[in-house]
């Protein structure tokens, strides 16, 4: 009788351990990944407003998407575009454009609607200004990844 009591427990053990653990929330996370931002893919293609840029202070430091930040690349920062966005940003009022990647998140000043590296601020020119009225076209969207390091 014990000896069939064990098998049966062990069966059940070995069953219970087989089966496939409950799903809570939206699948699995990398705990290093960072948590995405909601981006509707029906918003426009083309944003407007006011970019601002950010230099020294950031400067070798990790950006949202995981990479160090080199402030005389051209990269950009913007509150909910998925990071690795690429977007095509004019300055309005001398008309120079340049193609950048969202790979940060930003900018945290009210009535702001991107943070264009100092790299990318100085090609658009209006890094005396600090900031300027900018046409933002979304070429392709981003993955939203988040690049691991060793």
Known sequence: MRA???IIIMAVIILVACSSSPRYGHGTTN???????????????????????????????????????????????HKTLPLNTIVRVTNVA??????L?????????????LDCSYGAALKLGFV???????KIEIIEIGDNKYMKHD
């Open 94 to 99: 001398n008309d120079k454009s340049l193609i």
């Open 31 to 77: 705990r290093k990944e960072k948590p995405s931002v909601k981006y509707n893919r029906s918003t426009k293609k083309v944003l407007h407003g006011v970019s601002s840029f950010y230099a020294k202070d950031f400067h070798g430091k990790l950006t949202a998407n995981g990479e160090i930040f080199d402030m005389y690349g051209l990269t950009a920062a």
């Open 128 to 134: 005396n200004e600090g900031t300027a009225k900018v």
């Open 101 to 113: 990647r969202i790979n940060d998140r930003g900018p945290y000043v009210k009535g702001r609607i």
């Open 4 to 6: 069939a009591n064990f």
